[in-house]
């Protein structure tokens, strides 16, 4: 079955850089990242925003039996957590960029089901 696309102005779909990679995020758009874990442990990095108002989503498709780590450069909430672990077919987070202390940070805009904790 296929699916059909809907395009959201501005949201660009970038590529998922595997095991040990960083996120290249859009100088110009806001992002959205579809990941499949292997069967073990994976890690990502996420570098901060580009820009204030920056939207940035995650979601996993495939489950290979792993979960993936993502390590924001910054903290992700008030709580100061700042890695998300994705592990479960279905689990998706949307971060969106703002300002901390003059700095551009990501908060959380929705999570379904993915854990966060401080590294």
């Known amino acids: 079955m296929a699916f059909k696309t ?3 102005p501005g949201m660009v779909e970038i590529k998922d850089p595997g095991n040990a990679g960083t996120f290249q995020l859009p100088e110009h758009h806001n ?3 579809v990941l499949a874990s292997g069967g073990s442990g994976e890690t990502r990095v ?7 108002g920056q939207t940035c989503q995650f979601s996993l498709t495939v489950d290979g039996g792993g979960d993936v780590v993502i390590t924001a450069a910054s903290t992700v909430n008030q709580t100061g957590d700042n890695t998300m672990t994705i592990a479960d077919a279905g689990d998706e987070i949307t971060l969106r960029g703002t300002v901390k ?14 854990a966060l904790t401080t590294v």
């Open 31 to 33: 992002a959205t990242c």
């Open 46 to 52: 996420l570098g901060a925003p580009k820009f204030l």
């Open 101 to 114: 202390a003059g700095a551009l940070v990501w908060r959380v805009a929705s999570n379904d089901g993915v």
């Open 6 to 8: 809907v395009r959201y």
